[in-house]
């Protein structure tokens, strides 16, 4: 015997005993041409709320565009200017040349590259605020890594001078890093507000 059911309730009725549901006012179709119930799809048995739908890779808000292009930014200025040396050498280094010679520099670039993928590979309101954490952390090591070697500069060894700015690098480090972390404590939004693109039937009233 062929089913008929409501898209909206999935209330199930038998082949010409209704047109309608007669709660929904929804048309009836083929029960077999409805796609899976939110129930069907829950590995838990439980219905599916809407923080664990999954959400598309161009999707930019509850900063997840923001702090994926903080930390994007964080790559390039890892790669800029750090320190423009005067003496006894007329050369600039980037955050790249200094991880080279002080090693624990590595922490800034290495944190922005694992930034990114952290952030865009969470695709759930849930996995987001999952993230908060290890985001917020990894956006905080290359604002300390500048900190650390502003408040600490390099300095001559046996006796030759040494002169040098910081180049704007460094800087636009620490900056990025603020901002990222401030991203990434909001990383996912709220609980209870949140846009719901499935629910009701369209162009139906709902009951």
Request: charge should be neutral; aromatic fraction near 10%; hydrophobic fraction near 50%.
């Amino acid at each position: 015997m062929s089913l008929l059911a409501c898209p909206f309730c999935r209330e199930m009725y038998r082949e010409h005993e209704l047109d309608a549901c007669p709660v929904c006012g929804v048309p009836l179709v083929a029960h077999e041409k409805l796609p899976l119930s939110d129930d069907a799809l829950s590995e838990d048995g439980l219905s599916r709320q809407p923080e664990w739908d999954l959400l598309p890779w161009t999707y930019l808000g509850r900063s997840r565009g923001p702090v994926a292009i903080l930390a994007l930014a964080g790559v390039v200025a890892f790669v800029a200017p750090w320190v423009h040396m005067t003496l006894p050498d007329v050369v600039n280094f980037s955050g790249f040349d200094l991880a080279r010679r002080l090693g624990w520099a590595w922490g800034a670039g290495v944190a922005w590259f694992i930034l990114v993928p952290t952030v865009l590979s969470r695709r759930t309101i849930m996995h987001m605020r999952g993230a908060r954490v290890a985001a917020s952390f990894l956006a905080a090591i290359p604002g300390c890594t500048a900190a650390l070697l502003l408040a600490r500069p390099p300095h001559g060894a046996h006796g030759v001078p040494l002169h040098f700015t910081w180049g704007w690098g460094v800087f636009a480090t620490l900056a990025l890093s603020v901002l990222a972390v401030g991203f990434s404590l909001f990383f996912g939004g709220r609980l209870d507000d949140i846009r719901v693109p499935r629910g009701t039937s369209a162009g139906q009233v709902v009951h």
